[in-house]
DNA sequence: GTCTATAACAGGATAGAC
DNA sequence: GTCTATCCTGTTATAGAC
């Protein structure tokens, strides 16, 4: 069933092609692939290097352990969405332009590189204790562009947010957890889900005219 | 460190205390602490016994397998969280209310049973084949009785859906994605968290009087 | 039902030839 | 740099005593 000759190597993520040598970036994205498909743990360094068409052995030179492959990976991975996420909240524009362009670029990168992004936002907890700290701190960077652009837009008075730190969690996380549920075959592309996200996210945050719902306690109901 | 012997399971979860007999389940819920801890892989039958007070060989005594264990907490998770979204969502009032109220139930109950919801969304490509399709159907249900009430509110003209599988979609994982990032430790309670997103998710479909941001392009601007 | 001991095997990582 | 062969550790699951 599965050959272990000839590299077959799925994910065509460009995120990657600065990586040399060739053998190293083959391993890099069959890794990518396994971890994505079956989790890190549960993918074994002889499925990594049958990925990039080589032994097992051969995996060692490019990388000290497999836990190295998945940093590199998750930097990689985290360095990416968060210039893609800087770039459009840092273009110019009206607070809601921006906060609609970072929305749908940070989604479009996470349905876009699914594989990658699941890598990255779900095993985290596999990381070695160094690195971990490393992308942790990245992570927050992430979460301060965004809460930028929020606070940018709550200040001029063009949203109207009552929990800014919550809110900016919110976002992040609907933008985030499309890596999980994004499948190429479903009804959506990336651009289409990126589109749809970003007029969610400004409803939630528009200021409220006046006409909210009609039914009674809509917002904190008893029980 | 870790002492392997006297019952020490952490996860005060009540959804499991039907299962029967007593040490069937200290040993599921050791499971649950540690498949959320570590993931299922990385998870060994020592710890999970050693969690229950037993020996590895006694965890065979009532489960087949590792994976019968994994099994067994999706599907009464998956229940427990269909049955707390059912109950809100039909529940009398508005549609309004009635999905603040199913948003605020689900979101808690991803808060509040962490441990347990974090098995339950990711661990599923770590169950058997005849078993993820059970799981499956089970998460259809979820989703089903979410797009009911936005397509009620939608009707009615009290929300205002373009994209109604779309949202429903959104907020599910909205609501889904809480139980990665949760903990105990953070600022906030899972009801406080629930009530936030019901807010957020009552904007997201509230009908647009007419003041919508000011600036240009605010929907889709280019590139 | 639970234990101790162990079978049977898989996976990460290395040695040394080419 | 890559391969083949292998070491060694840790894992699931079982056997048989209590």
Redesign the interface.
Known sequence: MASEAEPRVAAADESFEGVTPDAARRLLLGAVDAFA??????TTTRDIAGRAGMSPAALYIHYKTKEELLFQISKVGHERSVSVLAEAAEGG?????RL??AVRHFVRWHAEHHTTARVV??EL??LGEGHYEEIVELRRRSEEILRGVLESGDASG??EI??I???T??VM??C???A??YSPSG??TPDE?G??????V????????????????????PR
Chains 1, 2 share one sequence.
């Open positions: 498909e079956r989790g890190f743990h549960a524009g009206s607070d809601s332009g609609a362009r936002q779900y907890a596999a063009e949203f009552a929990d730190r919550g809110t969690l919110a996380s609907l985030i957890d499309v999980r549920w009804r959506r889900i589109t749809l996200y970003a007029d969610l400004l409803r939630m945050v528009a200021p409220q005219g006046d006409a909210r719902g009609p039914g009674p306690g809509a917002g904190a109901g």
